[in-house]
């Protein structure tokens, strides 16, 4: 929708909210405490540290959740489909939220794994769920509900698999049904819009949710999580596929499309307040029978850093009904690794380089190397790399995560991967660990950064580690680049989510903050976590009316000025 624009407005609950809204105030709940016991006044069941008491209590949506899970079936919720499509309530929090913090949290993420009676088999296929944590003077309120997609809507209304997802293809009812969804593969028709990957605030105020098909690129409301409409690109440089990461700030949108016919990847930009995006120039890739999957890519301030992983997109895998080991991808490593860099004003390539073999998912950032009179030399590149091992993939499937006994160690090693790019002209860069992996248990993804060093040398990130054993990172962690340190926080038997790094405004100090995350716990419950930036202990924490499917990467949406 080129004509589409939506500004931000404020992300309080909407007085509409209210609306179809009866009964008395006193007999609403909000999570799993009454308001006429007064969440914020004298009588609680629970301990707190400390509540901020500004705002009054909020009405509730859906003030009734879906029926508890009790006894013998309570189990981690991380990988149990969501209980109903739609919740929201203001949070009883134990501790105490910083008043400096206003605005909210999305989270995006795979959070319905079945249709009708058809379970579906990897992490990455479930349905987007969306989880909204909105902050306000010390009070926080929760709402989750499922993205509109048309993938999702078909399931619904035909109670079966409509689209390929992931893992999955639609079961046709003969053989010219098949041949006429192969069609509607090779047009993009048949593949998902299930944008349950990420969600990115573009400069301009919209709020976009995303995943790899660029069909799979969606509007939301923040204030109320609705869908809008398709965020449709007004350009003609086509594709079907995007990097499901893109680098988004006030000023610019950049995003790498693969092409996969003639393998290489366009750099475009597009500026906020368009939907059409501009080539800033073309990577060929050295070699490998299609581009290396980008899921994501870093930046410094003048360049654009793009990966060419032996991981290969593989379109024999695409066409095929059943999943392969490697879904979507073949390891070539034969076809080995490189980097490139571009110049963002020029287009140009100033360094391509061999690197040894990797396998990531996200980088981290990325930073200029300079000389002593400033000239720059090179860059550093950071990620979670998996120690070149591709078997993460298969790990994700949702029978490997649900069967855990909790006795193996089956989560493949990781590391912070640091590339080290040359410009001098050498055909080779390094590729090495930016900290003892020890230090975070050899366990590493789902990293953020605060924004203001997007690009530029940087000394923290955020993380999940691991506690072994384990068959999924089970900490949150703090790096320090500098002293090859890092602090873990660590819940026996829960799975977080994404830590995800919010800065104090004002701040000067690079982990002035806090961390926000979620968490699903051992008894089938899970909570909102803050944890403070510099000491990365826990300040506050709100329990959820019930337990929240597992979820991959959100945003930020600050409060409006008055």
Known sequence: MASLAISSSGVSVSPALYKGVSGKLDDFRVGFVSVKDNIFGKKRNTTIVGIATQPPPRVVVNPRPGKEV???????????????????????????????????????????????????????????TLVRLH?????????????????????????????????????????????????????????????????????????????????????????????????EYSDTLGGLIHSAHPIVTDSEFLTLLPDLINPGYLVVRMEPGTNERKVIGRVDCRNGPAPGW????????????????PLRYCAQNLLKAEPTPLYKFEWHPESKAFVHVMCKASGKIVASVEVPLFVTFHFINAYEQTDEDGRVIGVIADCCEHSADTTILDKLRLHNLRSYSGEEDVLPDARVGRFII?????????????????????????????????????????????????????????????????????????????????????????????????????????????????????????????????????????????
């Open 294 to 309: 980008v899921h994501s890519f870093p930046v410094t301030e003048h360049y654009v850093i793009v990966p060419e992983m």
């Open 70 to 128: 009790t006894g013998e079936t309570k189990k981690l919720a991380a990988w149990t489909s969501v209980k109903q499509e739609r919740w929201e309530g203001e949070l009883n929090v134990q501790g105490e939220l910083p008043l400096w913090l206003n605005g909210t949290y999305i989270r995006n993420g795979p959070g319905l794994w079945h249709v009708g009676d058809y379970n579906f088999r990897h992490l990455f296929d479930g349905y987007a």
């Open 422 to 562: 040359p410009f001098d002209g050498s055909p080779n860069g390094k590729l090495e660990a930016a900290l003892n992996p020890d230090e975070h248990g050899r366990g590493m993804d789902m990293c953020s950064i605060n924004p203001a060093f997007l690009g530029k040398p940087y000394r923290y990130a955020y993380a999940c580690g691991a506690v072994r054993p384990c068959n999924f990172p089970n900490t949150l962690t703090k790096l320090d680049l500098v002293d090859k340190k890092a602090k873990n926080w660590y819940d026996e038997g829960a799975v977080p989510s994404e830590p995800f790094f919010v800065a104090r405004p004002g701040a000067t100090e690079e982990d002035d903050g806090v961390v926000i995350s979620m968490i699903s716990d051992k008894n089938g419950e899970g909570y909102a976590l803050v944890l403070d930036g510099k000491s990365f202990k826990e300040i506050a924490r709100a329990k959820f009316p019930y337990g929240l499917p597992y979820g991959l990467h959100g945003c930020w949406v600050p409060n409006k000025s008055p």
């Open 135 to 231: 902050f306000e003077n010390g009070h926080l309120v929760m709402g989750h509900r499922q993205l509109e997609s048309d993938a999702y809507k078909a399931a619904k209304k035909n109670n079966k698999l409509c689209y390929r997802e992931f893992s999955e293809v639609p079961k046709q009812d003969n053989f010219l049904a098949y041949i006429g969804e192969l069609a509607n593969l090779f047009s993009g028709a048949s593949l998902t819009d299930n944008a349950n990957t990420g969600v990115i605030h573009l400069g301009d105020g919209r709020v976009v949710c995303l995943t790899e098909t660029q069909k799979g690129s969606i509007i939301i409301d923040p204030n109320t999580l609705d869908t809008l409409g398709k965020f």
